[in-house]
C-alpha cells in the first residue's frame, strides 16, 4: 500500500484512512463528512489528491495528432495554459479515464485517476512516436483547494493566482519552487488545484490550514462531486460506457464530433447519429431513503429500466441524492421513476443536474 | 429501568418490566460516522434474538441494526426517523430505536454489561 508524502500530516490532524486505489488515503478527518462538505461549500477544504497521476508529455509536431487518436479533443484550440476535460476512448468508443489536459510550455500535463494512471499511461505511449517524452511525476504533489474563500487564502500564500480564469492554470513560485496553479476541481465550487514539489507539500498544505482551509477527506469528495453532478470512473464511467451514454457529449469536441479520427469513432458516430439506448441521469428519492451504487430502476408501471451507479446523502441538498443509467425513453426530467431499495419500491424523479448549484469564477 | 447491557453488534438494551429499550452505542455511532437515514420496526412486528431489526445509514454506507433481545415490536422511534443526526448527539439517550415487549428475560442476562463491553470494544477495534 502506497502513502502520499502528507500521510503523517493527515495523520495528525486526526484522519480516518482507507484503502483507496492502492493508496492509504483519509476518508474523513475528526470533523466527519457531513461537516466537511459544509465547509467546503461554506469557506474552503482543501484535499490531498496526490494519488492520482500527474502525467507530463512533450513531443515533436505530431505530437497533438497522436494525442487525438485517442483524447477526443480538438488539440489546435487548446490554448496555453488552458484546462480541458476529456477521455482517454477504447476501440469500442468505451471510456478508458476520465481526465483534465493542460497546455504547459514544451507539452501537455494530464491528471489521471489513481486506480487507473499507469494502464493510462501505456495506452496514451502506444500512440506516441518515439520523439514524444512522458513521465509518470513521482516527485510532484497535487492539493485541491475548494469553496467560495479558496481565492482569498491561495492569493495570500501565491499572490497572482486571482487573475486565473476556470479552467486555466499557470506556473507560480513557492519558497523558490516552480508550482502550477489551475482553477479548477470537482466539488462545484471554485477553486484550485496546486501541483509541487514533494519536499514542499507539507509546508504548503499547513499555510493552507493556518488561513483557515479545512481538511476533507474521500468521504466528503463523494458527497461533494455528486452534488456537483460530476461522474466518477468506475462508477459512471467505465471501458463498456460511451461518452454519449455518459451524457458528455460536451466534452467531445465540436470538430472531433463531426470528423472523429479517434479510437472508437464507429461507435461514437453511431450513438450521436441514432441516439443511445441508455443515459446517465440524475436521480431524486421522494423521500428519505439512500439508493446506493448497484439498486435497480424501475418504470412506474413496473419494468427494470436501469440501476444506480452512485447514491448518497447530499448535505448542502439536505437530501438523498443518485446518479445511474436508465432507458433513454424514460431519461426526461421529472419523469417518475421506482427504486427498489432493500426489496421495496420506493418514489422517486429523474432530476436535472448538479443537485447544487455551481459558483465557479469565469 | 435497569442498568444497560450490550451486545457485540454495538446495540445496547435497558430493561423496564418486560419492555426493552434498544439502540446503537456511542461506539457504534463513532464507527458509522454522520447518520443521515434510519429505518425502524412498526409495532407488532416479532423480531428473534440476533436479528435484523432497523437500518441505519451514514453517507458512506447502509448498515442493519440487530435486535439483541426476542420479542414483539411496541414502538419505533419517529423522532430519529424524522432527524437521523440525533442518533450521533445522543445514541444512549434519547435517540432509542425501538421497543420491545421481551419474550424470554433470560435473553438479557446473556448481554455484556458496560466493562465487557468496553473491554470487547477495545479488543476489537474497526
Redesign the interface.
Known sequence: MEKTVLYNFHKNLGAKFVAFAGYEMP??YKD????EHISTRQTAGFFDVSHMGQLFISGSKSLEQNLEKIIPLDFKEIKINQSKYSFLINDKGGVIDDLIITRVEGGFNIILNAACKDNDTKEIAKCLDSDSKYELKKDLSLLALQGPKSETILEAIIPGIKQLKFMNGDYFKFQGKKIYVTRSGYTGEDGFEISLPNTNAENFTKLLSNKGAKPIGL?ARD?LRLEAGLCLYGHELNQDISPIQANLKWAISKRRREEGGFKGWENIQNDLKNGVSKIRVGIKPSG???A?EGTKIFSSSGDEIGVVTSG??G?SVNA?VAMGYIQSKFSEIDNRILLEV?GKKHDAVVSKLPFYKKSYVK | MSEKKFSKKHEWVSLDGDTATVGITKHATEMLGDIVFVEVPEAGKSVEKDSQAAIVESTKAASDVYSPISGEVLEGNKSIVDDPGNVNSDPEGASWFFKIKVKDKSEFDTLMNKADYDKFCAENPS
Open positions: 476518508i474523513q466527519g463528512i457531513v461537516k468521504g458527497t428519505k431513503v439512500i446506493r448518497t446523502f448535505p438523498p432493500r
